[in-house]
């Protein structure tokens, strides 16, 4: 999506039995070095997240949002069936991308969820969809 920060990296992915592992090294020039490697697999059986709970919440998302600038959001309007959610477990062996913010030292909340098909709309100013509105 247009505004959304992307910086080159080094990415490897692989799935042996149902456990997938992610590992990527920041690339970028002139970048702040960061890592990421982890890796998850499903726990249980699929389900799908009940409205009012924190899993709906975290996966029911129909619209996106980004900064181009403090005082320039933009957004785009997104479709999707509901997401088809498993509980999954994951091995956070390093992630150095969010370093900024600090430690976490929770456990991750984690699903795991097969493909998903969706449908965007072309991001519009966010100033001007309220002033639409106004």
């Known amino acids: 999506m247009a505004g959304l920060t992307v910086l080159r990296c080094a990415h490897e992915s ?4 149902k ?4 590992d990527t090294v920041r690339t970028h020039r ?3 070095a960061a890592e990421f490697s982890a890796c998850y ?3 249980g059986p699929s389900y799908r997240a009940t409205p009012g709970t924190l899993d709906h919440w975290l996966t029911e998302r129909y619209c996106l949002f980004a900064a181009l600038a403090p005082n320039r ?7 999707h069936p509901p997401w088809s959610l498993q509980p999954a477990e994951v091995d956070l062996r390093r992630n150095t991308m969010i370093q900024r913010i600090g430690p976490i030292h929770d456990k991750p909340v984690a699903h795991f969820a ?4 969706v449908v965007a709309w072309p ?6 969809a309220m002033t639409a509105l106004a």
């Open 14 to 17: 692989r799935a042996a039995n």
């Open 41 to 43: 697999q499903p726990t």
């Open 19 to 22: 456990i997938m592992r992610y």
């Open 123 to 128: 991001i519009v100013s966010l100033e001007r």
């Open 73 to 79: 959001v933009v957004y785009g309007e997104i479709h």
């Open 30 to 32: 002139n970048a702040t």
């Open 114 to 117: 097969r493909l998903q098909e």
